[in-house]
């Protein structure tokens, strides 16, 4: 049995842990708020630029843009979103398995991976995987500014025909306990559709959009406004994620540490206890000799 002081000791460690793994949880706790509140608000202008979308695209039947290239499809780019740190519980094994299964099967030549977060670098690194493009320092905390330069990137990359498609690989964020991997198709832009039922529905004064100079000259400007906005709710979601997933796994870690520093104290007061009774049995001993 191990003797008090060497529990003393571990039940010490356990608890310096436990105060970590609480702070930590409480941090993510405080900014899973932020982001979350972040995640939903863009949701209305996305909404809206692709409302805007239809509409443009319905008065300019003949419109083409590069973003709507479509052919054949050799090589497949691959936005991967995942955390710049870990300690998230299983969020970024779940991103980078989605992008293994993705890739698996494919020659090299057949697809690029654009890496975002310090975690999907070191995980596809480590298995030898050489990376296209690598961006960090945002994974928690993506600013607009970021997605635009990354939807730029990827425009670039498109247009210049360096991939034929762009998907992005991320996590949405439906509760603090629950985040589903998706796989979503960034370009080519799809052309527009019209809304089930919209297209019945009689138009309206209210319904009536003038677009200045022309529509097509606005559907020119939304495109990659459109782009970025995917981009950017992405990030957004994996945020989210990324924080959600941090504050299970601290809370988790936490309480297993507080079962930990109980079944020690248990242990301790069995060894105490052990070592009291030893004690009186060499007093009582020592005290039959001496008679």
Known sequence: MESTRDIKGRIKSVTNIQQITKAMKMVAAARLRKAEEKANGSRPYAEKIGELLRRASSVTPGFTSPLFRTGEVKKVGYLVISADKGLAGAYNSNVMKQTLSEISGKDRSE??????????RNYLKFRDYDLDSYHFGFSDKPSAQDSIALAKEMVDYFTKE?????????TKFITALRQQVKVQKLLPVESPKAEAGE???EPSVDDEYIFLPDAGTVL???LPEYVQVQVYNAMLQSAASELGSRMAAMSAATDNATERIADLNLTYNKARQAQVTN???EIVGGAAALE
């Open 162 to 170: 360096e991939v034929d498609e762009v998907y992005i690989i991320y």
């Open 199 to 201: 297209a019945d529905k």
């Open 220 to 222: 020119s400007k939304l």
């Open 279 to 281: 004690e009186i049995s």
């Open 111 to 120: 697809y690029a991976l654009y890496v975002c977060g310090k975690q999907g």
